[in-house]
T-cell receptor, first 117, second 116 residues
Framework: NAGVTQTPKFRVLKTGQSMTLLCAQD?????MYWYRQDPGMGLRLIHY???????AKGEVPDGYNVSRLKKQNFLLGLESAAPSQTSVYFC????????????????FGAGTRLSVL | DQQVKQNSPSLSVQEGRISILNCDYT??????FLWYKKYPAEGPTFLIS?????DKNEDGRFTVFLNKSAKHLSLHIVPSQPGDSAVYFC???????????????FGKGTKLSVIP
């Protein structure tokens, strides 16, 4: 069971460089999410998607773009990286955002540790 | 605006004793609560959840209690084991204030250390 797979696991960027983080899930989930985790800040939602071809802003969307061209993939892009974007990024997926029976339980990938110098 | 609060950054417990992790929330629109466990260098994994229509949910050594009037929930681990040492995140599902949509809002986490 692969579940949610994130690539790459580590990356170091220079200020102003761009990169794309890839998230893939094999659970046929409709919903996918990108979070960032910073020390003492918990998990904060960057962007999310409620289905193929849709995206929406979360709590901290500035400086990031996302795309959901295929149901199983959710891409997070940094067009011009800044040191403030140094963080650990987690992708997650779920059947739903609400509903009984645990359909809104989110399953997480192992994370991407990004450093921007 | 911190809508889910875990006021204890860390907690140390002796093996075999009870661990109690606390979480408070301010948004009365939250109606489903989850606890996640996170080991270093891994993603969070779902542990246990509770709907707002219940006040207790139990799964093996883990029990979550919900006090809606106090907007407070707690996770009890009995007995605590060294393998339980991890960061525990409380999360709330519902219409997040200022968001206009249903989202999962996380607390900052509590690092539990179970001492052998």
């Amino acid at each position: 069971n692969a579940g949610v797979t994130q690539t790459p696991k580590f990356r170091v960027l220079k200020t102003g460089q761009s990169m794309t983080l890839l998230c893939a899930q094999d659970m046929n989930h409709e919903y996918m999410y990108w979070y960032r985790q910073d020390p003492g800040m918990g998990l904060r939602l960057i962007h999310y998607s409620v289905g193929e071809g849709t995206t929406a802003k979360g709590e901290v969307p500035d400086g990031y773009n996302v795309s959901r061209l295929k149901k199983q993939n959710f891409l997070l892009g940094l067009e011009s990286a800044a040191p403030s974007q140094t963080s650990v990024y987690f992708c997650a997926s779920s059947y739903s955002i609400r509903g009984p029976g645990g359909k809104n339980i989110q399953y997480f990938g192992a994370g991407t540790r990004l450093s921007v110098l | 605006d911190q809508q889910v609060k875990q006021n204890s950054p860390s907690l140390s417990v002796q093996e075999g004793r009870i661990s109690i992790l606390n979480c408070d929330y301010t948004n009365s629109m939250f109606d489903y609560f989850l606890w996640y466990k996170k080991y270093p260098a891994e993603g969070p994994t779902f542990l246990i959840s509770i709907s707002s229509i219940k006040d207790k949910n139990e799964d093996g050594r883990f029990t979550v209690f919900l006090n809606k009037s106090a907007k407070h929930l707690s996770l009890h681990i009995v007995p605590s084991q060294p393998g339980d040492s991890a960061v525990y995140f409380c999360a709330a599902s519902g219409l997040r204030s200022g968001a206009g949509s249903y989202q999962l809002t996380f607390g900052k986490g509590t690092k539990l250390s179970v001492i052998p």
